[in-house]
């Protein structure tokens, strides 16, 4: 049965800073790999996904990827305090199919 | 686009009675998912439709819980019997149905059992 953690658990940055979160899986037949910010009260919105090793960027926000690491994580740069939010990674075998979540990260981001 | 839309945004219930919850999905969806969140156990899958077929329920308590999706502008989750453990947010998500097509979720639904 597949298994996400994420670290850290929570986490205050100054506005700005370099924010980096880690998400581990389990099963290595994974093939969709996503990241959802949640703000409080509000549902998940999805932020980025990627499906092939290596790394992709939008905006201020970028997503690894290493499949034989069996990890991936998100960095927002220059983070700002609308950033501030419940991070959800999630992992499934396709888009198609249901996610397993992670716990979620906490992030603050103070101005 | 009205994105994903649950009904009701709040329910109450007694300990005993039982709660249906609605989802309608973004039109042109294919597939439906429901997932609970609670400050616990965090966001869990409970079960999801594809074209309207249940094709994965393992995530379901099997013994007051059932899901239905008998149109594709609609699916119910029912909670017969409801306990105070059953309270938690119950998120519905839809996607387009492609390999790697993102799952866009609705507000929830918070369900509160007294």
């Known amino acids: 049965q597949q298994k996400v953690q994420q670290s850290p658990e929570s986490l205050i940055v100054p506005e700005g800073a370099m924010t980096s979160l880690n998400c581990t899986f389990s099963d290595s037949a994974s093939q969709y790999f996503a990241w959802y910010r949640q703000h409080s009260g509000k549902a998940p919105k999805a932020l980025m996904s990627i499906f092939s090793n290596g790394e992709k960027e939008e905006g201020r926000f970028t997503i690894h990827l290493n499949k034989a690491s069996l990890h991936f994580s998100l960095h927002i740069r220059d983070s700002q305090p609308s950033d501030s939010a419940l991070y959800l990674c999630?992992?499934?075998?396709?888009?198609?199919?249901?996610?397993?979540f992670g716990a979620g990260t906490r992030l603050k981001v103070i101005a | 686009n009205a994105g994903v839309i649950q009904t009701p945004r709040h329910k109450v219930t007694g300990k005993g009675q039982e709660a249906t919850l609605w989802c309608e999905p973004i039109?042109?969806?294919?597939?439906v998912f429901w997932y609970r969140q609670t400050i616990v156990q965090g966001l869990e899958f409970l079960t999801y439709f594809r074209n309207q077929a249940p094709i994965d329920d393992s995530g379901m308590p099997k013994e007051r819980f059932s899901a239905q999706m008998p149109n594709q502008s609609h699916s119910t989750l029912k909670i017969q019997s409801t306990q105070p453990q059953d309270s938690a947010v119950y998120l519905c998500?839809?996607?387009?149905?492609?390999?790697?097509?993102?799952?866009?979720f609705g507000p929830g639904t918070r369900l509160t059992v007294l």
């Open positions: 998500a839809s996607s387009s149905g492609g390999a790697y097509a993102e799952q866009f």
């Open positions: 039109s042109g969806h294919s597939a």
């Open positions: 999630a992992v499934s075998m396709g888009g198609n199919y249901k996610y397993v």
